[in-house]
C-alpha cells in the first residue's frame, strides 16, 4: 500500500450555520458569523474544474469536507479524478489518488 506524504488543509467550519470553507476569512461567507473554528481536511478532495497553464496544472478541487479551493495539481487529471492533499511550499499541492 502506497503511503502518502499528506499535506495539511485547513478549513473553516461554523459553529453557527455548520457550513465549511477555505481558510482564511475572519466571517462566515454564508451566515457572516464570527464564531469560526479551524479543523483539518483529511486530504482528500475531487477535481471540479482543471487549467492547464505553462506546462503547470491548476485545478478547483472539491474537498470531501464540502469546500473548495484552487490548487497546483503535480499529475495530469480530468474532471471528477480523485486527489489528495500532498506537501507543497507554503500551501498544499494535489496528487492523484491512483486506482487499485
Ligand atoms: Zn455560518
Same mark, same amino acid.
Given at each position: 500500500?502506497?503511503?502518502f506524504?499528506?499535506?495539511?488543509?485547513p478549513?473553516?467550519?461554523c459553529?453557527?450555520?455548520?457550513?465549511?470553507?477555505?481558510?482564511? &476569512?475572519? &466571517?462566515?461567507?454564508n451566515c457572516?458569523?464570527s464564531?469560526?473554528?479551524?479543523?483539518?481536511?483529511?486530504?482528500?478532495?475531487?477535481?471540479?474544474?482543471?487549467?492547464?497553464?505553462?506546462?503547470?496544472?491548476?485545478?478547483?478541487?472539491e474537498m470531501?469536507?464540502?469546500?473548495r +479551493?484552487y490548487?497546483?495539481? +503535480?499529475?495530469?487529471v480530468?474532471?471528477g479524478?480523485?486527489?489528495?492533499?500532498?506537501?507543497g511550499?507554503? &500551501?498544499?499541492?494535489?496528487?492523484?489518488?491512483?486506482?487499485?
Amino acid at each position: 500500500m502506497e503511503s502518502f506524504r499528506e499535506g495539511k488543509v485547513p478549513y473553516l467550519h461554523c459553529l453557527n450555520c455548520k457550513r465549511n470553507f477555505f481558510y482564511p &476569512r475572519d &466571517r462566515c461567507p454564508n451566515c457572516h458569523s464570527s464564531s469560526l473554528e479551524v479543523r483539518v481536511s483529511s486530504g482528500k478532495g475531487k477535481v471540479f474544474s482543471v487549467t492547464e497553464f505553462q506546462g503547470k496544472v491548476y485545478a478547483i478541487i472539491e474537498m470531501e469536507e464540502g469546500f473548495r +479551493l484552487y490548487a497546483n495539481v +503535480l499529475d495530469k487529471v480530468e474532471i471528477g479524478e480523485e486527489v489528495i492533499a500532498v506537501k507543497g511550499d507554503g &500551501r498544499p499541492n494535489f496528487k492523484r489518488v491512483s486506482k487499485p
